[in-house]
């Protein structure tokens, strides 16, 4: 058992080590003298990366499939436009209210929901976020419905967002791997490969399970308001079903299981969308069939090929 828990860690530090390399890379990327449209299309990018690893947390560790991810983001993003909108408030009360706010909503809704398996799960989480989006968007005294709600920005150089998101995303994933790391991440691998096996050894299933959901709205919501402060605008179209299907396409197609792959797929995946735009508006029909592909016959995504491919190019340098 020790044996299998030093290959997981050996795994996950190599995880971590490979995601540092890629964010210290894309360090160098503003020096190619980008246009500001480019820049915010990066920085819009690792906003999708904080969600997708929100997401892999629940899904790829902990083998929970929500549909509210997209949700929880413009949740997180309301709670500090309303908190300024209504009462004054700085993003300094804002933000940390909107990390509160998100995971004292997501432990509730995971306490109701968690219980449930499979498709029932899946539905109800889209059902919640369904319902949040609609209420944010008929709420016009409240939220001024659909034309969203302005935020203050935290810094006026874009330059700065990327950095400091960028920066998000390293230390982000640098907290998921010492969660993964703990004895509390060995719960949740062993949650995610046989629930039931893993309550027969005492492990309380359902609280892991809460765990896991609460963490990752908690850090969905604040990426939400994160993006909102760039944006300057939170608004219920960011928590449409597209949105969250972009993050699960994100995953599956970057690397499910991992801290690199959400990460290198919401780029690549972003990246993909915005230039899908301009030649015909397909990328969710692209996106739709990639996941199909990628979930019948390359389960570990782009970065397990690339692992995969690496290991043999080792074993054949070493003969």
């Known amino acids: 058992m020790s044996h299998i828990s030093n290959l997981w860690s050996h795994k996950l530090a190599r995880d971590l080590k490979c995601l540092l390399i890629l964010c210290a890379l894309m360090c160098f990327v503003p020096l190619l003298d980008l246009t ?11 906003y999708f990366a904080l969600i997708a690893l929100a997401w892999n947390l629940l899904a790829g560790f902990t083998g929970q499939f929500s549909m509210a991810p997209a949700a929880f983001a413009m949740i997180g993003g309301y709670i500090t436009a309303l908190l300024h909108f209504h009462l004054g408030l700085s993003l300094w009360w804002g933000i940390p209210a909107a990390v509160v706010g998100s ?9 109701t929901v968690l219980h449930l398996k499979g498709p029932y799960l899946s539905l109800t989480t889209l059902a919640f976020a369904e319902i949040a989006r609609v209420f944010i968007g008929n709420s016009h005294e409240f939220t001024r419905g659909d034309q969203g709600l302005n935020l203050p920005t935290l810094m006026d150089d874009r330059l700065a967002y990327y950095y400091f998101f960028l920066m998000l995303v390293a230390i982000v994933g640098g907290l998921i791997f010492l969660l993964m790391r703990s004895k509390y991440g060995g719960y949740l691998l062993a949650i995610r490969d046989d629930a039931e096996a893993a309550e027969s050894r005492g492990i309380p299933v359902v609280h892991f399970k809460l765990l896991a959901f609460t963490i990752s709205s908690a850090i969905c919501g604040f990426a939400g308001c994160m993006y909102g402060t760039f944006s300057q605008l939170v608004s219920p179209e960011m928590g449409l079903i597209q949105q969250t299907g972009l993050v699960i396409s994100m995953v599956v197609i970057g690397g499910i299981g991992s801290l690199t ?3 290198f797929g919401a780029l690549l995946i972003y990246l993909s969308s915005e230039w899908l735009r301009e030649i015909g508006n397909i990328q969710m029909i692209v996106f739709a069939l990639l996941v199909i592909i990628f979930a019948r016959f390359f389960r570990t ?14 074993i054949s340098k070493k003969n």
């Open 36 to 46: 500001p449209y480019t820049l915010g299309i990066l920085i819009i990018g690792f």
């Open 103 to 111: 995971a004292v909503l997501g432990f509730f809704l995971g306490a």
């Open 261 to 263: 792959g959400p990460v």
């Open 301 to 314: 995504g782009l970065w397990g090929i690339f692992l995969s491919w690496y290991a043999r190019l080792k």
